[in-house]
């Protein structure tokens, strides 16, 4: 069973930068498990953010950028927001199947 | 605009069957696969797995084979998701999400509560 980590919780202040991360129990991550990456907010459905690793989609935010760094997907947010507080799930292809990630809870204080 | 629209809430008992429902509209059905997630109540997202809207082939996560079946009416641009003989921890907000490669828009969600 293929597991995919995030970091439980992070927290950054107004203005700062962060980066979350996505690793996978199968070894390093690449382009080849085409990394998204998605906000959620209570109550509300998933709002897509960036596929195939660094791609945007046409609603995302400039201060949103995705990477790969030291064999994981990575999110990063500059000049956070106070609206950017929400869960932040990676989703990872794997030969057929997407398997996500469990979640950031990411917290603006 | 792109929209995915699901049904409403259903409360049903142990053993049942649901069928939960995601209308697409603003683009052509058949050109674009449908997800569908599961979120059980503050957990985090499940994929379940994908449909081909233009074959009908459908392709099941590990862990959601046997008593889920996905399906299509091309006809008025919908997907299906059909669970049968529920249980407790099948309850869950249940969403669609247009294209496998992007996820890019999603449904508003069905919460199903499965309880005697």
Redesign the interface.
């Known amino acids: ?1 293929t597991v995919v980590t995030q970091e439980p919780s992070l927290t950054v202040s107004p203005r700062g930068t962060v980066t979350l991360t996505c690793a996978s129990s199968t070894g390093a991550v690449t382009t080849g498990h ?1 990394p ?1 990456w ?1 906000q ?1 907010k209570p109550g509300q ?4 953010l960036i ?2 690793t660094s791609d945007k ?1 046409s609603w995302t935010p400039a201060r949103f950028s995705g990477s790969l760094l030291g064999g994981k997907a990575a999110l990063t947010l500059s000049a956070v927001r106070p609206e950017d507080e929400a ?1 932040y ?1 990676c ?1 990872l292809y794997f030969g ?8 950031t809870k990411l917290t603006v204080l | 605009q792109v929209q995915l629209v699901q049904s409403g809430s259903e409360l049903k008992k142990p053993g049942a069957s649901v069928k939960v429902s995601c209308k697409a509209s603003g683009y052509t059905f058949t050109r674009y696969a449908i ?1 569908w ?1 599961r979120q059980a109540p503050g957990q ?4 379940m ?1 994908w449909i081909n809207t233009n074959s009908g082939i459908s ?1 099941y ?2 862990g959601f084979t046997g008593r889920i079946v996905f399906s299509l009416d091309t006809s008025v641009s919908t997907a299906y998701l059909q669970i049968s003989s529920l249980k407790a921890e099948d309850t869950a907000m249940y ?1 669609c ?1 247009r294209d ?10 069905t919460l199903v509560t499965v309880s005697s």
């Open positions: 069973q085409y998204m998605f959620q459905a998933p709002r897509a596929y195939g989609h869960d799930y989703l057929g199947a997407w398997v996500f990630g469990g979640g | 997800n997630v985090g997202l499940e994929w797995g392709t996560a590990q969403y999400a496998t490669a992007q996820h890019d828009y999603w449904g508003q969600g």
